[in-house]
């Protein structure tokens, strides 16, 4: 599961800018029409009052869309994170890193070496990684900045990297975000955090105009990583591109 796949809504987004194209065509119209009026008397207020009240309409929409959006991505940030924290223990269990079988590429690729997780890293991550569940996205950056800083033969600076670039998308930083996920796709090829990484570059490609590098990178998921999960939210971005 990729959090920079979830956390995109598309289609949300997309409808939001058509609402807001159509407010922003309806208020020149009744500028248009309340200065007509003021020429031609009082003819057109009742136009006037439907129109302002298909744009509260609209404005109400707006609303209800943008508020749907925070409510699934929170939702959908809390499951993601849950699902890191207990898949970190499985691969963790006895020091022993798991195979990395979605990533395309064996553990022993990575030419960084890498320690057994401590007590101490552990607690540290998980305070990081609760800054970011809570949406304290500066707090997270800080604090995961620390941690790569202290311990960067981790098993866990990958992930660290990984949530620095999420949470520099989630405050649309997406220059930023892109340099973290990149440290992590060179610096930890073999890690199963790469395809996410890739996945989160895509989407800030995206939020930058970037459409065609975006749809590149996407396909790069697709033909490097094809059994990782960020490979199927690819294609279904591919698609939906077409």
């Known amino acids: 599961m990729s959090t920079a796949g979830l956390f995109s809504d598309d289609e949300a987004h997309q409808k939001i800018a058509l609402l807001q194209k159509q407010i922003q065509g309806m208020e020149e119209r009744v500028v248009q029409m309340e200065n007509t009026a003021r020429s031609q008397g009082v003819g057109l207020l009742s136009q006037l009052d439907a129109l302002k009240s298909d744009l509260a309409a609209l404005r109400g929409q707006i609303e209800v869309h943008t508020h749907d959006i925070e409510t699934t991505q929170k939702r959908q940030r809390d499951l993601y994170v849950d699902l890191d924290s207990r898949l970190r223990k499985l ?39 609760g800054l970011f569940k809570s949406g304290n996205y500066q707090g997270a950056i800080d604090s995961f900045q620390s941690f790569v800083g202290a311990h960067p033969n981790s098993q866990l600076a990958p992930s660290a990297y990984y949530w620095i670039g999420n949470s520099y998308f989630n405050l649309r930083e997406y220059k930023s975000a892109i340099a973290n996920q990149q440290k992590l796709v060179s610096q930890y090829p073999g890690s199963t955090k790469v395809p996410d990484a890739l996945l989160n570059i895509a989407s800030c490609q995206q939020g930058l105009g970037d459409a065609s590098e975006a749809k590149k990178t996407l396909k790069n998921i697709v033909s490097k990583y094809p059994l990782s999960n960020a490979a199927e939210l690819a294609k279904k971005r591919l698609a939906g591109s077409k």
């Not at 590429?105 to 607690?123: G, L």
């Open 91 to 129: 691969e963790t269990v006895g020091g022993v890193p798991a195979p990395q079988a979605d990533s395309g590429k064996p553990a022993s690729s990575d030419p960084t070496p890498v320690d057994p997780v401590s007590a101490d890293e552990s607690s540290a991550y998980d305070a990081a990684l």
